[in-house]
């Protein structure tokens, strides 16, 4: 039985050397560095006072087969000048081993950082951007620009978009560092090399590159957003459909912002049609371009439980903003339900604790209440809403 052991770790470890090259070139170098220097020790040690203690002719050695020669320390026994030859000669094979293999290592990760084929499965806290558009260096100038806690380098892109297309991106100075995954978003082996999750917010846009009709591609949408809730619960997760019929199964999914870009598109041209100019007025909102924009602020704690007039005072006079209203129920949806369920089953009273439950399941993520009344108390998890000039608000 012990026997059998020994065999078995032994061709453990021989399993181990064969699958690690860069390992058995460290064992090897260090090996030849001990064995040399306790030759070089054993022979001059008594005859050479540059090798004193054991450390000198382990320094000797490092300096001799790394061929930097410093010439501190020469051997003067013949049995020592040969040893000193044998280990320049071997120290030249393996510095040009080293640097080969250095070179070959970063030349293959750059054709596969060029190719999509690199694993950001260990990153931690990033952006994850699933899909392709039309001019996309302006879509992510966009994103970046709505979260400035997120650079460049933050950014992991999920598509199959053409090669000429992503070097012309990644030429761009402002995209600078943006990493790349060639797959598609569909598909758990794809999404994981991604780095799903541990992602901190994921953005599944409606896929340009997606063959077919608006079905096929919302479904695409629909199958990438369970696949990716069912990896990482914890991430927030936004989509864009083009069919307002599959935003049921967005919501079954814990979709945690849906937008219906198609809608959206429609509701403005018909607001144009009017002569209403409110698409003006919407743009002006959201671009900031008139020195006004639209946003949402986090609700200090101590404003919960307390009135929407009080924190709407608070907000006019701290930071000159209107708060126009509140969206509830923010940020991770799975989170929010959770947080409601424990609170409903703390009810001793079992007549109301059904209607709770009842209501649990109906929570809808980022619920939007405009303009409430004053005495409208404002509950956990939400964020005003406010109009706010842009400098304060960049600022």
């Known amino acids: 039985m012990k026997k059998q052991r020994r065999v078995n770790f032994r061709q453990k470890v021989i399993l181990f050397l064969k699958t690690n090259p860069w390992l058995r070139i460290v064992l090897f170098i260090s090996s030849l560095i001990l064995i040399s220097s306790l030759v070089v020790y054993a ?3 008594n005859t050479n006072e540059g090798f004193i203690s054991f450390f000198d002719s382990l320094w000797w050695t490092i300096v001799t087969i790394s061929t930097v020669g410093y010439g501190d320390r020469l051997p003067h026994t013949l049995s020592g000048r040969i040893i000193a030859i044998a280990t320049i000669f071997v120290g030249m094979g393996i510095m040009g081993t080293v640097t080969g293999r250095i070179a070959s290592f970063l030349m293959e990760r750059q054709m596969k950082e060029e190719k999509g084929l690199l694993d950001f499965s260990k990153m931690r806290g ?7 558009k039309r001019e996309m ?3 992510l100038y966009d994103v970046l620009k709505s979260n400035p806690d997120f650079s460049p380098l933050d950014v992991v892109l999920i598509n199959k978009a053409p090669v000429d297309e992503l070097n012309m991106l990644r030429s761009d100075p402002l995209l600078e560092g943006l990493k790349y995954v060639y797959g598609d978003f569909v598909e758990e082996i794809d999404i994981v090399r991604a780095g799903v ?8 846009m409606a896929d340009y590159l997606t063959a077919g009709d608006l079905q096929q591609i919302d479904s695409k949408t629909v199958m990438a957003v369970m696949n990716i809730k069912n990896l990482n ?4 997760v936004c989509a864009e459909l083009l069919d307002t019929k599959f935003e049921k199964y967005l919501k079954l999914s814990h979709c945690d912002e849906i937008l219906l870009s198609r809608s959206f598109s429609r509701s403005m041209l018909s607001s144009a049609s009017s002569g209403s100019g409110l698409a003006h007025v919407v743009h002006s909102l959201l671009s900031g371009d008139s020195g006004t924009a639209i946003s949402t602020v986090a609700i200090p704690h101590t404003f ?3 009135t929407f007039q009080e924190f709407k005072s608070h907000m006019y006079t701290r930071q000159n903003a209107l708060l ?5 129920n923010t940020g991770n949806i799975l989170k929010r339900k959770r947080q409601a369920l ?4 703390k009810n001793p009273d079992i007549s109301k604790l059904i209607p709770e439950l009842q209501s649990v399941k109906n929570i809808r993520s980022n619920d939007p209440v405009l303009n409430p009344q004053r005495d409208y108390v404002i509950k956990k998890s939400s964020r005003g809403i406010i109009l706010v000039n842009t400098e304060s608000l960049s600022s």
């Open 233 to 236: 619960k914890r991430a927030y």
């Open 126 to 132: 990033h952006f994850v951007i699933c899909g392709w």
């Open 324 to 328: 126009i209203g509140l969206l509830e």
């Open 304 to 306: 919960v439980g307390r």
């Open 43 to 45: 022979i001059e040690r």
């Open 137 to 139: 260096h302006l879509v």
């Open 197 to 204: 999750k541990g992602a901190s917010r994921i953005l599944v």
């Open 342 to 345: 424990r609170t409903a089953q």
